[in-house]
Structures are given as C-alpha cells and as structure tokens.
C-alpha cells in the first residue's frame, strides 16, 4: 500500500517548456487535489476533482490544466512554464462519506519545480 | 469561493507553555476541518480534524474547537514540547457546490523553545 505517489521528485524547466506531473493513489478515494506550496504562502489549490472524469478550478488555477482519467490517478499539465510556477507541488487525496462529507486527505512527497 | 484565513504567522513558546492557532473561514457550507503539522522537507500530515456537527475534539495534548456561528476555529496545543516545532494549517472543506473543496490557511510557524 503505497499511499499517494508523485512522479517525478524534482524537476528544472526552461521557461517555455512543457511538463506532466502525475499523482497516483492506491486508496479508491474519489477525491484528488493539486497544491503548489511557496514561502509564506501556504499551501494553494491548483485544481482538484471529486471522481473520475471531473476537474474543477482551485485558487490559483492559471497556467495548468489537468485530467482525471482513471480514479487512481490526477495528472497537473504545465503547457508553458513560466519562472512563477518555481515551487513545491503536492498532490494529495481523501475519500467523502455520506453526503460528500471530506475526510483526511494523504499528501504525497512532493515535486520541486524550477523553471530557468 | 472559500476563505480561510490563518492567525498569527509565526508563535514562539517556551517548552511547557500553550499554544493557540486561530483560522476563520467564509463559506457557512463548509463541514469539515482539519488541521495539518508539516515538519521541515516533509509532507503535511493530519493531526486532529473536527466536523461541524461538533464543537471540540481533544485528543491528548491537542485540541480543536469551532464556532460554527462566528465562523472560527482554533487550535490548541498544551504541554508544548521541542517537537512540537513546525508549521501548522488549518483548512476547512465545503459543502453546496463545492463539496470536496479543500481549501488551507497560510499557515503558522511554531517554534518551542527548550
């Protein structure tokens, strides 16, 4: 049972260039969550996704874009980086009950970006 | 869209003292809210979590209250240890339309001296 797990672990882009982030989750859980964490900045939510094959904008949503495929896994798309999106990534997911209530969410171990 | 705001910024302690984290949110839909400690290089993991069907949890040195009218709630650590330093997120989970929604404050520095 690994968890939630991050691929890859660091990452050095030049500004302009494209890259995938993937997620993946062995819990079933339905939901799944995309946050960039900066200093002083807490942790923002990107984009998250309550089942399969849905998405939905976070806080900070501009310059990715993301799909849910398969349950397991919540890919983050960065199409033209930009030397702002330098950050820590962490991805995390949690399951609901009744209602849509959340739970605890897992985070995985985190993508270090940084874009030259 | 929710809110939540994280107070103070930063908390130094004396080992043995209290410490109190407060986080107020806007969405009243909001039901569920965790709080979160994330060590150095680490990622963050729960430490208590309280829904709004409750107004405090306890769970040894830790608590957790809300004040669902006033739309706050806070976290307490007693008895504070070395160990006990780190950051810590509150963050509050919505209901309506954005259910699932996981929305964190900005976090607080806790430092406890030996």
């Known amino acids: 049972n690994a968890g939630v797990t991050q691929t890859p672990k660091f990452r050095v882009l030049k500004t302009g260039q494209s890259m995938t982030l993937l997620c993946a989750q062995d819990m079933n859980h339905e939901y799944m969550y995309w946050y960039r964490q900066d200093p002083g900045m807490g942790l923002r939510l990107i984009h998250y996704s309550v089942g399969e094959g849905t998405t939905a904008k976070g806080e900070v949503p501009d310059g990715y874009n993301v799909s849910r495929l398969k349950k397991q896994n919540f890919l983050l798309g960065l199409e033209s980086a930009a030397p702002s999106q330098t950050s820590v990534y962490f991805c995390?997911?949690?399951?609901?009950?009744?209602?849509?209530?959340?739970?605890?969410?897992?985070f995985g171990q985190g993508t270090r970006l940084t874009v030259v | 869209g929710e809110n939540v705001e994280q107070h103070p910024s930063t908390l130094s302690v004396q080992e043995g003292d209290s410490a109190v984290i407060k986080c107020t949110y806007s969405?009243?839909?909001?039901?569920?809210f965790p709080w979160y400690k994330q060590e150095l290089g680490k990622r963050p993991q729960l430490i208590i979590d309280i829904r709004s069907n409750v107004g405090e949890k306890k769970d040894q040195r830790i608590a957790v209250t809300l004040n669902k009218t006033a739309k706050h709630f806070s976290l307490h650590i007693t008895e504070t240890q070395p160990e006990d330093s780190a950051v810590y997120f509150c963050a509050a989970s919505g209901g309506g339309t954005s259910y699932g929604k996981l929305t964190f404050g900005q976090g607080t520095i806790l430092t406890v001296h030996p």
């Open positions: 969405d009243s839909a909001s039901n569920y």
């Open positions: 995390a997911s949690s399951y609901s009950i009744r209602g849509g209530v959340n739970t605890e969410a897992f």
